[in-house]
């Protein structure tokens, strides 16, 4: 008998790599690999998988990498453009439709709630404001709503914050900012619950979810199997790193936040609107390139507005409708750090 076809979507960022790699190595698939730039496969590249040119804006790159694919993985996202991002999904599905695909895993973000608290299940309202990444998620699971069929069944899955190696969100940049002992406590700051799911485990729930029996659309929470406070996930971090306990918190860091606001507001609107600009004018002065390279490391390493927001924050995501079709999360939030660390040291982050 043949093995069913996947095509993985973005199989050259962090979940798309992690995905392309572990399906090819569970030997259950025939893995295709999407890139929309050759530049990315470098990681997948070690493998001998089945890699396509995946463009989600072109019908025509789109109908050449579905060629035979039973199931998509859409994982294929750009920080940079939002608008395509939904819209390129928009073209997933409707090629993918075309194509006689069967089954799309769209990967969203419990972002979509937005600034919902407490005990978040699959259908909880969302709370506004909903910051633009989760609103471009939000419009591109209506798409998946519409687009699902009894030819076509559509799986969202909503995963909280993905940690591990490779997480250039919730692993990398933490480690840098501890590693210059400057990341402190945050006290009541860092109360709020950090929900992470550790990358393995997500891959995990995507390849149950390939041959899971689900109605025509289907939608789950993907959590980790402990959810602790934020000073304590940051806590665990630096002490695994050997930088031993945090410094105590920082009684001013409220004003240290506001100071670099305008700063940082400033940063953006430049970057916006005279990106070249400002490029062209560092590359002719190495006084000024130094002082942005060491301005925007020093914002780095204070939080943000945001992520003081999302630190005090109280919500955990329920996993009920996960482990109801047969899945749970089992790495804990210790392994998935002690092998997160080991994995920097492994490649000189640290």
Not at 100 to 111: E, F, L, Q, T
Not at 119 to 124: I, L, P
Request: proline share 4%.
């Amino acid at each position: 008998m043949s093995r069913s076809s996947v095509l993985i979507t973005g199989a050259g960022g962090f979940v798309g790599g992690w995905i392309t790699e572990a399906l090819y190595l569970a030997d259950k698939y025939d893995v295709r690999a999407g890139v929309g730039r050759w530049a990315s496969c470098a990681r997948i590249a070690r493998f001998p998988v089945e890699i396509a040119h995946c463009d989600i804006r072109k019908a025509d790159s789109l109908d050449a990498a579905m060629q035979g694919v039973d199931t998509i993985v859409h994982c294929a996202y750009s920080k940079s453009d939002l608008t395509t991002v939904v819209e390129g999904t928009r073209l997933v599905l409707e090629r993918a439709a075309a194509n006689g695909v069967k089954r799309i895993i769209h990967v969203s973000s419990v972002a979509t709630y937005g600034s919902a608290d407490g005990v978040v299940a699959e259908d909880t309202p969302s709370v506004k404001p909903i910051n633009p990444y989760g609103q471009s998620k939000r419009d591109s699971e209506d798409l998946c709503r519409a687009a699902a069929t009894s030819s076509l069944k559509v799986v969202v899955v909503r995963p909280s914050l993905i940690y591990g190696p490779f997480s250039d969100l919730w692993t990398i940049p933490y480690i840098g900012r501890i590693m210059t002992g400057r990341w402190t406590k945050l006290g009541s700051a860092g109360e709020g619950k950090a929900n992470l799911i550790y990358i393995a485990d997500l891959v995990r729930f995507v390849d149950h979810l390939i041959s899971a029996n689900l109605p025509n659309m289907s939608l789950f929470n993907a959590n980790g199997p402990e959810v602790v406070t934020f000073n304590d996930y940051f806590e665990r971090l630096s002490v695994a790193l050997g930088c031993g306990s945090l410094p105590a918190p920082n009684e001013s860091l409220g004003l240290q936040v506001a100071l670099r606001r305008p700063v940082r507001l400033l940063g953006r609107y430049l970057l916006k609107n005279h990106q070249a600009l400002l490029l062209k004018a560092a590359s002719k002065s190495f006084v000024l390139k130094d002082a942005m390279k060491r301005a925007e490391a020093d914002l780095r390493l204070k939080p943000n507005d945001d992520e003081l927001v999302l630190y005090r924050t109280n919500v955990s995501y329920s996993t009920r409708l996960a482990e109801s079709i047969g899945f749970k999360s089992r790495v804990s939030l210790d392994e998935g750090i002690a092998t997160s660390v080991q994995w920097a040291r492994h490649i000189g982050l640290v």
